[in-house]
Nanobody, 131 residues
Framework: QLYLVESGGGLVQPGGSLRLSCAGS?????????IGWFRQAPGKEREGVSC????????NYDDSVKGRFTISRDNAENTVFLQMTSLKPEDTSIYSC???????????????????????WGQGTPVNVSE
């Protein structure tokens, strides 16, 4: 069983930055998986934020975070990162990472379709952007 654990969330002022981490464990290497970051605010549906292909050379972002968020991965450390800058109050949410085996094609497609495909999910880390 692939386990994913997120960390790095917290309280930050508007315009600030946070770096989220998604660590994989359970005897599986994340190198075979596309990894996505998602967020879900209270009363709202889960939405895809960013995705990175298995080799790390391909990335994709929802329009709401383009130019502000950067996804990266270190397969040697079995970890994927989401660097978030210029944070806005509307970025406040629970952020989760998820894995899809050999999921690069899905990763490079429409972010609105991602939640239906990813199979392994972490528990999430909260991000609160406020004064």
């Amino acid at each position: 069983q692939l386990y994913l654990v997120e960390s790095g969330g917290g309280l930050v002022q508007p315009g600030g930055s946070l770096r989220l981490s998604c660590a994989g464990s359970g005897g599986f290497t994340l190198a075979n998986y596309a990894i996505g970051w998602f967020r879900q605010a209270p009363g709202k549906e889960r939405e895809g934020v960013s995705c990175i292909g298995s080799t790390g050379t391909g990335t994709n972002y929802d329009d709401s975070v383009k130019g502000r968020f950067t996804i990266s991965r270190d397969n040697a450390e079995n970890t994927v990162f989401l660097q978030m800058t210029s944070l806005k109050p509307e970025d406040t949410s629970i952020y989760s990472c998820a894995a899809l085996f050999r999921g690069d094609r899905v990763c490079y497609g429409d972010p609105r379709l991602w939640p239906d495909h990813f199979a392994y999910w972490g528990q999430g880390t909260p991000v609160n952007v406020s004064e």
